[in-house]
């Protein structure tokens, strides 16, 4: 029988696909939960569209999730970071391009829908399914996939990543603990 105290240390330490998997869905809550409730509040507090408040309420969650899966989830802090950055803000674009107009099209499909309105349904709810549902179909299918197998892992992409920052004046190597190498 596996003891609890050997299962929080797997949960916490393994990189096997099911635990790395249950950490990512703690730093995506904890990203989403941010992301979502910033979207909301801009879209319903300041009438922002629907592709706006999407978008703010990305960047903020975007920023938490890459510091939490960096050390958390992916236990990456022996990749260069810099070479982290560059990736994960590739991603991050797909990500948020994929949630902006995915949200917005969706939101567009649901006001054609009219008899949604015979069952209940508002415009602010059109938003809600409309934002909900592209999260959760985006985060299943591109960044969890590759966030695990492109960002937090060493690649070839990642001389190019670096190169690029260097250029652009960023020079520094961290060792993934703060201090430069």
């Known amino acids: 029988m596996i003891k609890t105290a050997e299962i929080g240390h797997r949960?916490?330490?393994s990189d096997s696909l099911a635990f790395t998997y249950?950490?990512?869905i703690v730093a995506s809550q904890s990203a989403s939960?941010?992301?979502m409730g910033l979207?909301?509040?801009l879209f319903a507090w300041l009438s922002l569209t629907p592709w706006l408040s999407t978008a703010i309420g990305a960047v903020a969650g975007g920023?938490?999730?890459c510091v939490t899966n960096y050390r958390f989830t992916f236990h990456a802090q022996g990749c260069d970071w810099r070479a982290v950055m560059v990736k994960y803000i590739l991603v991050w674009v797909g990500s948020l391009m994929l949630n902006a107009f995915g949200t917005q099209a969706v939101y567009y499909l649901l006001q054609q829908w009219t008899w949604l309105e015979t069952i209940g349904f508002r415009p602010d709810g059109y938003f809600a399914a409309a934002r909900l549902f592209v999260s959760l179909i985006v985060s299943w299918f591109w960044n969890f996939a590759m966030q695990r197998y492109f960002v937090y892992r060493e690649c070839r992409f990642d001389h190019h990543a670096i190169s690029l920052l260097k250029?652009?004046?960023i020079n520094s190597k961290n060792d993934g603990n703060g201090n430069k190498a």
Do not use: E, M, P, Q
């Open 11 to 13: 949960l916490l330490h």
């Open 39 to 41: 979207s909301f509040a």
């Open 33 to 35: 939960w941010l992301d």
């Open 22 to 24: 249950l950490r990512s």
């Open 63 to 65: 920023v938490l999730n």
């Open 167 to 169: 250029k652009a004046g």
